[in-house]
């Protein structure tokens, strides 16, 4: 007897088959089947020959791999009972719960009393799909492994993408061929991490960022992860994640996987970031007010640092507002006895030495300039040099001889006692003074992965969130060190990269547009002399990188030449001007035969607008720049093509190449299999095109 089941929207289809009573397998994921598609044929021509040196029967690639049925990779669930006996499961089917848009499956394991769910919901627009696992025990269990439901990867595709990193340097790529055995990637930090973002493409052959089918996933969860993309000696492949193994220090009768967001693209990597985008914007963000225009910052942390004075802070808002900035963020020093990085974090009352008259004084001055206010909290951590510390030294996760990091601990935010303290001081801020927005920073790691840590901070900003739900949070993590769609069900930012260096953050936003939409991205203009990598950068390019995302500032305003403030102030101004069919656009990564180009395309849902951000990082290898090809324009219809900063051209852009001297009118044909010419320009340059559909 065979079970099928069918979950598809207008792009794609998921197939899950079961024979008898085991465990279901995908067993068909892509373009979407003709309707009244025979699922038991499927199911039947499925089925793989069995030759010398295999079992007589091959093992089910199933939503949960068992050990017990001799699968021969690794399992979707490791369990051990209370008493420390290994646990091998062996699930028949109990029920199947179908819905329009969604499937549930119940099996039971009468012997060991474990039960196992897993949920699958597909999304008609965002075409995402979500997966979510648990297991259910009579009696408490340990946990070692749970896999959410697990899919298989195309064999038609030699390699997988998955993305590394470090402070300052987030979201880098990496091109891993596919081979026998297993890429096991684990990320044991207690935080989403800069190491190991929780993401995987896997591009069949000759998929690029705008052709060809793509499979895409997301692990959905802030506390640390594993990723297991994995080719068995058959040939099958598949793709796990979940939590990082062992975070679960006590034995517990219910587990439950994050989140596992997956996707299908018939046009490319974009089709996977397109889904990606929109599912976080439109399906998990809350934003307190949504019909608001993302508003410019302003933050001070790299004009200020920890000296503090109201002086010296209304002048900086002043020059702020000048340029442009609609909220100003009073960064980390604010507190305690806040000199250095190395006292009073959690003791979160205001200085009173740079505050004498509290911060309401700053507060109404940026105010009366047209900006909002934004302050910096660091909740999770804690110095010991600090009156909290010293009063409550319990209150620390791990030991008291560990390692520092930043000059701080961890505090356990498990316990109710922190939580509370930390919603009774933070409220304290938010009632007293006019606040909508709070910066929340997270600058270690943990002393040790525990996943209820994760659960204690979820709790703690969705107790706040509840309390006072018109402010905004920003997650920040020594940068990008907790951007997940976990953290972003409760928060409306995320700040990308301490970096503040334009080649480097155009770089990082580049590529994680893959999962991230421009209204959840923060960037800034830096520094003309950048804090973090020493490099010298044109305002131009400083301003254009920081307009392709969530626009701010965070540098000394005072710095600024005459020439610098006319650049800046027109930049934003464009920005502002853009910025709400932006927030709604698609961004697209452009295949460029260049690669010191680093080019996307903002393409409005209507299709009747777009923005295409060309930065060059380097010089060519050629003389002259290679044509850059559109994507997903009308291939009959004409557009009228404008270079917005044409005045940016250098004096030896000698020629007249029509981009240069007005706008031009093309054939989406064109655009998308010939492409833009564009001017030569110097590296550490973008180029701005606007087009419009006729």
């Known amino acids: 007897m065979i079970q099928t089941w069918l979950l598809q929207d207008r792009r794609q289809s998921l197939v899950l088959a079961a024979e008898r009573e085991q465990l279901p397998e995908v067993i068909y994921w ?11 044929a499927l199911a039947q021509a499925h089925q793989m020959d069995v030759t010398g040196g295999m079992l007589d029967q091959n093992p089910e690639l199933s939503i949960c791999p068992e050990a017990s049925r001799s699968f021969p990779g690794q399992p979707g669930l490791i369990l051990r009972a209370g008493d420390g006996t290994p646990l091998l499961p062996n699930f028949r089917f109990e029920n199947a719960s179908e819905k329009e848009n969604s499937l549930t499956f119940s099996y039971r394991d009468q012997a060991n009393t474990l039960t196992y769910r897993a949920h699958f919901t597909i999304h008609p627009v965002s075409h995402m799909i979500t997966a979510r696992a648990e297991i259910d025990a009579d009696a408490p269990v340990h946990l070692h492994w749970l896999s959410a439901p697990v899919f298989p990867a195309p064999q038609n595709s030699n390699e997988v993408i998955d993305f590394s990193g470090r402070w300052c340097g987030e979201f880098q790529i990496n091109h891993t061929p596919w081979s026998a055995g297993m890429r096991d990637r684990e990320n044991r930090t207690g935080r989403t991490g800069h190491e190991h973002f929780p993401g995987l493409i896997v591009p069949c052959k000759g998929a690029t960022n705008t052709r060809g089918h793509a499979y895409g996933f997301h692990y959905g969860w802030s506390g640390g992860h594993r990723m297991i993309a994995e080719e068995l000696p058959d040939g099958r492949r598949q793709i796990q994640f979940g939590n990082a193994t062992m975070t679960e220090h006590a034995p517990q009768r219910k587990f439950t996987s994050a989140p596992l967001y997956a996707i299908f693209s018939d046009d490319g990597i974009n089709g996977c970031a397109v889904g990606f985008q929109r599912h976080l914007r439109d399906g998990i963000l809350r934003f307190p007010n949504p019909d608001r225009p993302r508003p410019v910052h302003y933050n001070c942390w790299e004009a200020v640092y920890f000296n503090h004075t109201l002086p010296e802070l209304k002048e900086i808002a002043e020059r702020a507002a000048a340029l442009g900035a609609e909220r100003f963020v009073l960064d980390d020093g604010w507190f305690g006895k806040r000199d250095d990085d190395t006292r009073s974090l959690s003791d979160w009352e205001v200085d009173r030495r740079k505050y004498p008259d509290g911060l309401g ?12 206010f934004g302050i910096w909290f660091e909740p999770e951590m804690i110095n010991p040099d600090s009156d909290t510390y010293r009063a409550h030294p319990d209150w620390v996760l791990g030991d008291v001889d560990q390692i520092l990091g930043r000059h701080q601990m961890v505090l356990n935010m498990a316990l109710p006692e922190v939580q509370d303290f930390l919603v009774e001081r933070i409220s304290a801020v938010l009632s007293e003074y006019e606040i909508d927005y709070i910066k929340w920073d997270h600058n270690r ?33 020594s940068g990008g060190g907790r951007i997940d769609f976990g953290i972003l069900e409760r928060t409306h930012r995320v700040w990308l990269s301490d970096s503040n260096d334009a080649l480097e953050r155009l770089r990082i936003q580049h590529n994680a547009a893959i999962f991230l939409p421009m209204v959840v991205t923060g960037s800034h203009v830096g520094p003309r002399h950048c804090h973090t990598s020493g490099r010298v950068i044109d305002i131009r390019m400083r301003a254009w990188v920081a307009a392709q995302r969530h626009m701010g500032f965070e540098m000394d305003p005072r710095e600024l030449t005459e020439d610098e403030v006319e650049v800046l102030t027109r930049t934003t101004t464009w920005w502002k001007s853009n910025r709400d069919w932006m927030a709604q656009a698609d961004i697209l990564r452009l295949d460029s035969a260049d690669p010191s180009l680093i080019a996307e395309q903002h393409l409005a849902q209507e299709g009747n607008k777009f923005v295409v951000f060309a930065g060059i990082t380097d010089t060519s290898r050629q003389i002259t720049p290679r044509p850059l090809p559109l994507t997903r324009l009308s291939p009959g219809a004409r557009y009228r093509i404008e270079l917005v900063n044409r005045h940016d051209a250098p004096a030896l852009s000698r020629g007249d190449p029509a981009l240069k001297t007005g706008p031009l009118e093309l054939s989406g044909q064109y655009l998308m299999n010939h492409g833009l010419m564009l001017p030569w320009q110097f590296p550490l340059n973008m180029w701005v095109i606007e087009g419009t559909k006729l």
């Open 445 to 477: 790691v943990l002393p040790i992965p525990d996943a209820a840590q994760a659960r204690g901070s979820y709790a703690l900003i969705d107790r706040l969130r509840a309390a006072f739900p018109h402010v905004e949070i920003e997650s920040c993590s």
């Open 361 to 372: 004084p700053l507060i109404d001055h940026v105010q009366g300039l047209g900006m909002s």
């Open 30 to 40: 892509g373009p979407r089947l003709p309707d009244g598609e025979d699922l038991n």
